[in-house]
């Protein structure tokens, strides 16, 4: 019922930024707790940040200080502001939304950063 797309992603210096965005059809959003996860090959998808549909943020102690999860229901979409980026970060970036219910997952967009 939810399409979730994500973009944003793609390759930049450490110590740069990049915003992934996450736009939702097929049902609004402002219901659900949304999250980006990462994953790199050959290791499990962890989660990244979270945030509910009140407002509140969850973040993994890695990106704590320099990751920004936000949602703008208006629009649909939610978005991860990343900044001081470092090599470790590079992964395959996911968006979720998780409701009651359901739980829906995009397809996923590369960050690479460089060294």
């Known amino acids: 019922q939810v399409q979730l797309v994500e973009s944003g992603g793609g390759l930049v210096q450490a110590g740069g930024s990049l915003r992934l965005s996450c736009a939702a059809s097929?049902?609004?959003?402002?219901?659900?707790?949304m999250g980006w996860y990462r994953q790199t090959p050959g290791k499990q998808r962890e989660l990244v940040a979270t945030i509910t549909s009140g407002g509140s943020t969850n973040y993994a102690d890695s990106v704590k200080g320099r990751f920004t999860i936000s949602r703008d229901n208006a629009k649909n979409t939610v978005y991860l502001q990343m900044n001081s980026l470092k090599p470790e970060d590079t992964a395959v970036y996911y968006c979720?939304?998780?409701?009651?219910?359901?739980?829906?997952w995009g397809q996923g967009t590369q960050v690479t950063v460089s060294s």
């Open positions: 979720n939304a998780r409701g009651r219910l359901t739980n829906y």
């Open positions: 097929g049902s609004t959003l402002s219901s659900y707790t």
